[in-house]
């Protein structure tokens, strides 16, 4: 079986559709959607992440601020930048791209960002939201991921999940967001044994590590669906993610591709996010 493809960018076209219309009825009541996006720092990856973010404002209909600070900004100044923003009626969203320069504690900003502004779902308030199942703002990345699973009209109920990757941005609340769907799931890691005896049973798998080829072929049970969230370059320097692409697509009955995959989807369900905050509901 060579499987079906998941197209990040045709679903992200579809969902940012829905924003842009959203976004227009807010307008029509006197609101606009607002994103405030904050830079500290020239990495250079980061750079075109907030680009793409403002740009995606742009292209559905919303207010963006860019606050691009010098690296050597100091914590009680990006603190104080937020406090504002915080209190800013034409901001419904506020964004602070990671990673930060060493000497910002980035937990302490998170957690200084209003929860009806946390567009990212980073602050513990949104974490403990959706842990407890209660209203809040659900990260981008993995978001984008249950939009992928819905798109093909995949039932979790009762489904053995397993996502490889624990991190607080992705991982750890995928795995909540596929318990919450009725799945039961496994959270593998770097340090799990025997991964292939775990993947094997899975009939979803999130690989979410950030490293090549953490899942080939022989891991996977036909029929899987595999999505894949990795960021990798390969030895020629080519774009792709954790997952063999050409070995599991074999294997699997749908799988999502790198380029145009997950990625596409992290920035539309930001403005999704950004339009709800605009709303005043707090997420999904
Ligand atoms: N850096 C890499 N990914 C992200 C993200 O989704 N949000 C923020 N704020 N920073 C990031």
């Known amino acids: 079986m060579t499987a079906q493809l998941i197209d990040g960018n045709a679903l992200s076209r579809q969902l940012r559709m829905e924003v842009s219309q959203g976004v227009a009825n807010l307008k029509a009541q006197g609101i606009t959607p607002g994103l405030a996006v904050i830079l500290v720092g020239d990495n250079p990856a980061s750079q075109v992440y907030v680009r793409n973010k403002v740009k995606a404002c742009e292209d559905t209909g919303m207010h963006s601020v860019l606050e691009r600070h010098d690296a050597g900004l100091s914590q009680d100044a990006l603190l104080a930048r937020i406090e ?20 910002i504690n980035a937990q302490r900003v998170i957690e200084a960002i209003s929860p009806a502004k946390d567009v990212d779902g980073f602050h513990i308030a949104s974490a403990g939201a959706l842990m407890t199942g209660m209203p809040g703002f659900w990260p981008c990345t993995p978001f984008g991921c249950m939009k992928m699973l819905e798109s093909i009209n995949y039932s979790l109920q009762g489904k053995h999940a397993v996502v490889i990757g624990r991190s607080n941005i992705v991982g750890k609340p995928m795995a909540l967001m596929l318990l919450q769907a009725n799945a039961t799931v496994t959270i593998c890691h770097s340090g799990t044994q025997n991964l292939k005896a775990l993947t094997l049973q899975a009939d979803v798998i999130v690989a979410a590590v950030g490293k090549r080829n953490v899942l080939t072929a022989d891991m996977v049970k036909p029929g899987a669906v595999v999505l894949d969230v990795g960021m990798n370059r390969n030895e020629a320097g080519k ?9 599991v697509r074999e294997v699997a009955s749908h799988i999502t591709p790198v380029p145009g995959g997950v990625g596409p989807m992290t920035i539309t369900m930001l403005m999704m996010n950004t339009l709800l905050a605009a709303q005043g509901r707090l997420g999904a």
């Open 239 to 247: 774009l792709c993610g954790d997952v063999d692409f050409e070995g």
């Open 84 to 103: 504002a923003l915080n209190e800013e009626p034409s901001i419904h969203g506020i964004l602070v791209q990671l990673p930060l320069p060493a000497h």
